[in-house]
């Protein structure tokens, strides 16, 4: 089983990850392709890290160096398979400060127990896969596999990364097979912990973004969900969710749970697509369509700020006015003290006044936009839509003379 690549999509060049890939190539040609007895010397006596006796450089340039073309060749895949989307998400510096980082904390790690050398870029290989599985848990590795016949099928990564790359590989495989191969499986252990608990510390302290797909959300829905089948279980529960306090029990049969369930995980879906539709550069429709399959589910739906005002922009660039203003509202409920507040406020007041002729919803927007706007033009606009529906609710009564 080869990974070939993710349905992640990567925003913007991965230009660390690429020269992190290409120096590893580099290396390579230079001290293990010429045959160099001088070269052989610097890779393996001061280049890999030592670790009975580290000099403070080996931690970094041992992540640089590997024993031949095939060790090399199965890093910089899997590399280049998680690698580019980790980039795009950290940006170039992070990314690379994250990645050096990595290969220190497995190369100190294994300096513990060891006195031998140590080469490879495995333990900051393994950090990034496992960052990969923390921040995209939802998404899917494609397979080349070949065993009699040759196919190619699709994985989801969470359940590949955590059983089959750390478990199988470097847990029960060795295990099985009573070690003897000259691989550093601590390493790789080490990276994978790295990856694993540095990237959830750097989200939980607001140091890299969050979104509704990272495996601290997918978690926080997985126990929202036990939480709520758990509660619904009792028939008093059940009653008050559904008719109030007053109500007597209901109790839910199993083909109602299952209906319940199965319309949470269709919402879930719906979210997930409307994510990667206004990702890929032609899924503006696709969005829409979702979104608005979303809403007839649950009408009190709301999507992170940016997707939010995303679907709201594109519902109102395709003339679904109403639609387009519940979205803004939505955006405006959910997030009140966005720096687009106001703007927006202008935006929805005057969707309500000139495409749905709804003068009273219109004013209320356009009287909060008008407190707060501080463009001169922008307030002088607001000022005029106003007038006009002030104008339109009230008109001035003729002269009675």
């Known amino acids: 089983m ?24 580099l290396a390579f040609m230079v001290l293990d ?45 899997f590399l280049w398979v998680f690698g580019n989307s980790v980039n795009s998400k950290f940006g170039n510096l992070p990314y690379a400060l994250f990645y ?15 006195d031998q050398a140590l080469i490879g870029a495995s333990g900051s ?11 995209f848990p939802r998404s899917k590795i494609l397979f080349l596999f070949w065993f009699i016949l040759i196919t190619v099928f699709e994985l989801p990564s969470l359940w590949v990364i955590l059983f089959k790359v750390v478990l199988w590989d470097n847990i029960l495989g060795p295990w099985l097979m009573g070690g003897g191969m000259d ?34 959300a997918v978690m926080k829905r997985w126990n929202q969900r036990r939480a709520f089948s758990s509660g619904m279980s009792d028939p008093e529960a059940q009653a ?8 007597r029990p209901i109790v839910l049969d199993d083909g109602q749970r299952r209906d319940l369930e199965a319309r949470l995980d269709r919402i879930a879906e719906l979210r997930a697509k409307i994510h990667d539709a206004l990702a890929a550069p032609t899924g503006s429709a696709a969005a829409v369509d979702y979104y608005e399959q979303l809403t007839q589910l649950n009408p009190d739906q709301s ?5 939010q005002l995303a679907i709201a922009r594109l519902l109102y660039s395709r003339k679904k006015y109403p639609q387009a203003a519940g979205a803004f509202e939505m955006y405006l409920k959910q997030y009140p003290k966005d720096r687009e507040n106001d703007e927006t406020r202008l935006l929805v007041g005057i969707i309500y006044a000139r495409d749905l002729e ?8 356009l009287k909060l936009a008008l407190d707060s706007l501080i463009d001169a033009g922008r307030k002088q606009q607001c000022q005029q839509w106003l007038d006009r529906v002030t104008a339109l609710l009230r008109p001035a009564s003729p002269d009675a003379g």
Request: proline residues 3%; aromatic residues 12%.
């Open 33 to 77: 392709v010429t045959g160099s007895e001088s070269l052989g010397h610097i890779k393996n006596n001061i280049l890999a890290l030592d670790a009975g006796a580290p000099e403070w450089w080996q931690f970094i340039s041992y992540q640089f160096v590997h024993g031949d073309i095939w060790h090399l060749g199965g890093n910089m895949l």
């Open 240 to 247: 008050r969710a559904k008719s109030g306090k007053v109500a």
């Open 183 to 216: 691989v550093a499986y601590e390493v790789h252990l080490l990276g994978y912990g790295y990856g694993f608990a540095a990237t959830l510390a750097l989200q939980l302290c607001g140091v890299l973004s969050r979104d509704q797909f990272d495996l601290l």
């Open 125 to 135: 290989i393994a950090a990034i896969t496992m960052t990969f599985m923390v921040l």
């Open 303 to 307: 999507l992170p700020r940016q997707q």
């Open 100 to 114: 050096l980082s990595a290969g220190i904390f497995a190369g100190w790690g294994f300096t513990i127990n060891h």
């Open 2 to 25: 080869i990974p070939l690549r993710t349905d992640t999509p990567v925003r913007g060049t991965p230009f660390t990850n690429y020269a992190i890939v290409a120096l590893n190539f």
């Open 358 to 365: 709804q003068y009273e919803a219109a004013e209320g927007h």
